[in-house]
């Protein structure tokens, strides 16, 4: 293994712990609120570290939801003080364009239209929009507006996420 390499896969690893650590504290005082947690990063932008945790409920999130959580978790984390670098700790709702990336982001969103781009065309297109039928590890079904449904592999898609009108 090259050091670039090895470089490289320390410093997943290390992101893989702290998103793990970080969940683990986060968990108990979404629960004890009644969101959810959508999804949770540590990621590098530019010259600095970002730790964003991505919450939600029904209804909604409101910037007092996310300040509430976001006292309690920054307490938590100075507590634990286990990210040696510093970093910026950001709390918010995924927003409404946010891409599917977990089983339970297209359960949320069954019956719902959705958009999806493909990295390749199929029948010489790569945005379909339809009702999103179901879902499994490998697949993605939508029903479409002529009343047929297209089965689409996993990994085929770029991006999913809920059609937003405005």
Known sequence: MSNRNRKDSDC?????????????LIMPIIESCG?????LEYVKEGSSKYLRAYIDKPGGITVDDCEVVSRAFSDKLDEKDFI???YILEV???????PFR??????????EEVELKL???VEHKKDYVGLLNAYDKDTVTIGLEDGSEK????????????????
Do not use: C, H, W
């Open 151 to 166: 089965v689409f592999e996993r990994r085929d898609i770029a991006v999913i996420r809920q059609t937003v009108y405005f």
């Open 102 to 111: 977990k089983d339970k982001d297209f359960e949320r969103n069954i019956g």
């Open 84 to 86: 040696a670098e510093s």
């Open 12 to 24: 997943m690893a290390k992101r893989e712990d702290i998103e793990s650590k970080a969940t683990e």
């Open 119 to 121: 990295y390749k065309p």
């Open 92 to 98: 918010s709702s995924p927003g409404l364009g946010r």
């Open 35 to 39: 969101f959810e947690l959508v999804d």
